[in-house]
């Protein structure tokens, strides 16, 4: 491979390093977990007891996640077919890149005491659409980087590289902003940088502009060293785009391993997408963690997300990504069923001796397996799409691989929402459903070929 080749993959991975910290801090470890604090807040002053209140935020946040999850859905397969169709992809990186950075900036304004909760949702949606339209771009660009043989390991490194980036990000978080809500220091009990006002939780709702001023400045080597696949500009042709949409949608009938595979993965993501959203907010709700608390969970589900997509991808270039989907799904099943039966005080009707610090190792080691096999599900699963597409058309293929993704993205959040209010349990909302979501997608991925459409 030569220089110049190698220069343009390292500006792919940017795109990982750079977005990643959406996921780790924003999703997941910081914002999330916020969020769940202060809705808690709001719905125990009118008048629910503790375990209502942490119920109700976590429907809430649900809810939200439902809303971006369907109009992602329905944009981004249309979206990627008027790409392809006119020959450009990197102006709809940056107009989404835009999208992300001022839904990242908006969560600064969520205070603590606040009622009106449905704009942290409307800036965190803003955001995450952002996100994953950019991705849906960026993706396509990436069957004209190397040859399948080193597809598994290209992928796999790319979200290594992300996870290492959304550790750091997160180190830098704990250790110079986040604050602890009752003493109002950060992870090495000083005060948040640049005066921040502790008493209002600034140094935790910095997440927000952090997260921006990071993806600005770390996509300037994407911007610098990647470049499309030289071709003919052609214009916009939205009924062309939508015919070729069409048809791809049909042929579905006779690629049955695609077709599989975007319905396995519909599932299987849906599931895990649901899983790093709520872990925050389940570790607040259920075992009390405070945000700082939550950011080292964070960081250790990161490095082992980081080593295990690494590992995963050389798995994957020697053995294909179809035993690295199956076995993260085992891995990950197994996590739901440890939630479903833990709590502060017991594990499956045994008791925890009061004070005990075992609920929280189990959290732990739980983190380091929603990681390990998370970033190897995510890898292994692009991989896999790309041995489903071509150069020419990858950006409508990865379009409708987010709508196989988001179609059904606010099946989990709803029915995390729905079981949580009916049981009035964080636990049984959680676990039920991605438990159910990923034994479906498990059944259908036998019909998904090792190698997909590369083998005969």
């Not at 909760?117 to 990436?142: C, D, K, R, S």
């Not at 070729?244 to 975007?262: C, E, F, N, V, Y």
């Not at 292994?380 to 059904?408: D, I, N, P, W």
Request: aromatic share 14%; charged share 10%; proline share 4%.
């Amino acid at each position: 491979m030569d220089a110049a080749a190698k220069k343009r993959i390292w500006g792919w991975w940017f795109f990982d390093w750079a977005s990643q910290p959406y996921n780790t801090l924003l999703l997941t470890f910081v914002f999330g977990p916020y969020f769940a604090e202060v809705a808690r807040a709001h719905f125990g002053a009118q008048g629910m007891d503790a375990e209502a209140a942490g119920a109700a935020a976590q429907a809430y946040w649900g809810w939200g996640q439902s809303i971006s999850g369907v109009i992602i859905a329905l944009l981004a397969p249309i979206l990627g077919a008027i790409a392809d169709g006119s020959g450009k992809r990197m102006i709809w990186i940056w107009v989404f890149s835009a999208l992300y950075v001022a839904g990242s900036w908006g969560l600064w304004y969520l205070l603590p005491g606040a009622s009106d909760l449905h704009w942290a949702l409307i800036w965190f949606g803003l955001g995450l659409i952002g996100m994953e339209f950019a991705t849906i771009f960026t993706n396509a660009l990436m069957p004209d980087l190397t040859g399948d043989e080193d597809m598994g390991k290209v992928s796999g490194s790319g979200f290594a590289f992300g996870y290492l980036g959304g550790i750091i990000a997160l180190v830098i978080m704990l250790v110079f902003f986040a604050e602890n809500a009752a003493t109002g220091k950060t992870l090495i009990g000083a005060d948040p940088l640049f005066g921040l006002d502790a008493g209002m939780r600034e140094g935790t709702r910095a997440v927000g502009p952090i997260t921006a001023i990071w993806y600005v400045v770390f996509m300037v080597p994407f911007f610098l060293w990647v470049r499309e696949p030289k071709g003919p500009a052609r214009r916009v042709n939205l009924g062309a785009a939508m015919r070729d949409l069409g048809r791809l949608i049909r042929s579905l009938k006779q690629r049955t391993s695609l077709g599989a595979h975007l319905l396995s993965s519909m599932f299987y993501r849906d599931a895990l997408n649901a899983l790093y959203a709520f872990g925050g907010v389940y570790a607040s709700g259920v075992l009390g963690w405070s945000v700082i608390k939550i950011g080292i969970f964070g960081i250790v589900g990161a490095v082992a997300a980081a080593i295990f997509s690494w590992l995963g991808g050389k798995m994957d270039s020697a053995r294909g990504p179809k035993p690295v989907i199956n076995l993260s799904m085992y891995v990950l099943i197994a996590v739901c069923l440890v939630i479903a039966g833990m709590s502060r005080d017991a594990f499956y009707g045994v008791p925890f001796a009061e004070g005990s610090p075992w609920p929280d190792y189990i959290f732990y080691a739980c983190g380091c397996l929603i990681g390990a096999a998370g970033g190897a599900l995510q890898s292994s699963s692009r991989t896999m799409m790309v041995f489903h597409t071509t150069q020419a058309r990858a950006t409508e293929s990865f379009g409708l691989y987010a709508l196989s993704g988001k179609c059904t993205a606010f099946i989990a959040p709803f029915a995390i929402a729905v079981f949580t209010t009916i049981s009035g349990s964080q636990r049984i909302g959680i676990a039920i459903p991605l438990i159910a979501l990923f034994l479906v997608g498990m059944v259908i991925l036998r019909w998904v070929k090792p190698m997909g459409e590369r083998q005969p």
